[in-house]
């Protein structure tokens, strides 16, 4: 009875519904370079384009896909565009965090209502396969979230894009959807952004990590974790914390020129194939010493996986009161010290890693030494 009367209020209050990420588009330097690198290193297939060929002037757009993972990479084709402006500020990072919704307008009204930024009124687009509504509103830095009604529509992406294949041979590594997305945000800024989502999208606070968590030597920062109803999306939000020297979050902010996304976590059912395949293809990722491993018997207890393997593979493991979780995080895939990616299997368990923190931020802070930073 009380279970059905907490479902019934949980119904009622979530005003913003959402089906999960429809894509992650990011603006770049050199968008055709940049996909070649998601082809060929992650395995991801090229699935749409817009550009000059199909009657787009201004810029060039890649859609790429691997499971319920699409990334869109967008370059501008002349100094004078937004988007150019943007590279030039921030490098490549991510500008749009897209939600895929049942309906683009009532999520627009419903978020702008409570006080979030319009970025884009709901517009409808269509072509021969059908038509979508799309919508945005901003969020930290420059970020947008654009919310996707696809439901009416059959297309390779979105209308204006062209279905595409081409010769490259494209080995899919394994990623199956994004299990969580992460901001850096301005020190001091982290409860309003948390309150944002809580107030402006109806997300409710799932964890806190503070410095008695994750603080080390050196480096601190603090962190919160969003989601929406149906858990289908997670943010977790970080500011910076005060330690003895540069926290990696005041690094990002200051090589992003803001706040920004920090990293996208990908999950996959086999992490030991999906990690030993992306190092074959030359991706780099963290490396924890190996006295990591001399205590991770005693702090996770028994697990499927064979030891050994997760040791050679650098592959960190965690347990909560669901389960327990495989992890690993790769260096910044671009020049400037910002966005990196997480690759993740979950056995069970829900949360995100914190007894691995500690490890985690000393091999951030050795990368950060080695680049001045620290
Ligand atoms: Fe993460």
């Known amino acids: 009875m009380e279970n059905d009367l907490l479902e019934a209020e949980t119904l009622v209050s979530d005003f913003l519904p959402l089906n999960g990420t429809d894509h992650i588009e990011f603006w770049v330097g050199n968008a055709k370079q940049s996909a070649y690198y998601y082809q060929q290193a992650w395995g991801y297939k090229l699935v749409a384009y817009a550009g000059p060929e199909t009657g787009v002037r201004d810029r060039a757009s890649y859609v790429l896909q691997q499971n319920k993972v ?7 084709l002349s100094p004078e565009h937004e988007i150019s402006q943007h590279v030039l500020l921030h490098g490549d990072g991510v500008k749009f965090l897209s939600i895929w919704v049942d309906d683009a307008r009532k999520s627009f009204e419903e978020t702008v209502k409570r006080g979030a930024t319009a970025v884009q009124e709901p517009t409808e687009f269509s072509d021969a396969d059908g038509k979508v509504v799309i919508s945005a509103i901003k969020t930290y830095g420059d970020t947008v979230h654009r919310f996707v009604e696809r439901k009416e529509y059959n297309g390779a992406f979105l209308p204006g894009y062209k279905a595409v294949t081409n010769a490259m041979e494209v080995r899919p590594v394994g990623l199956k959807h994004v299990d969580h997305c992460v901001g850096n945000v301005e020190l001091g800024r982290m409860n309003e952004w948390v309150e944002f989502y809580e107030r402006v999208m109806g997300f409710q606070l799932l964890v806190t990590f503070d410095d008695s968590d994750i603080s080390t030597e050196y480096s601190a920062l603090m962190s919160k974790v969003v989601s929406n109803g149906n858990g289908f999306i997670k943010f977790p939000i970080n500011e910076p914390a005060e330690g003895k020297k540069k926290s990696q979050i005041e690094e990002y902010l200051d090589f992003y020129r ?30 924890v010493p190996e006295v990591y491993y001399e205590e991770v018997p ?41 966005l990196f990616y997480e690759i993740i299997q979950r056995k069970g368990a829900r949360s995100f890693g914190k007894g691995n923190f500690k490890a985690l931020f000393e091999s951030i802070e050795r990368e950060q030494e080695l680049r001045g930073n620290l």
């Open 70 to 76: 699409r990334l869109v990479l967008t370059t501008a």
């Open 258 to 287: 803001g706040a920004g996304v920090q990293h996208i976590a990908i999950e996959t059912d086999n992490i030991i194939e999906t990690v030993s395949e992306l190092r074959r293809r030359g991706i780099e990722f963290l490396y």
């Open 298 to 338: 005693a702090r996770v207890g028994t697990i499927e996986e064979d030891m050994e393997a997760l040791k050679k593979l650098n592959i960190l493991i965690d347990r909560d009161e669901d389960g327990y979780l495989l992890q690993i995080f790769t260096k910044p895939v671009e020049d400037r010290p910002t």
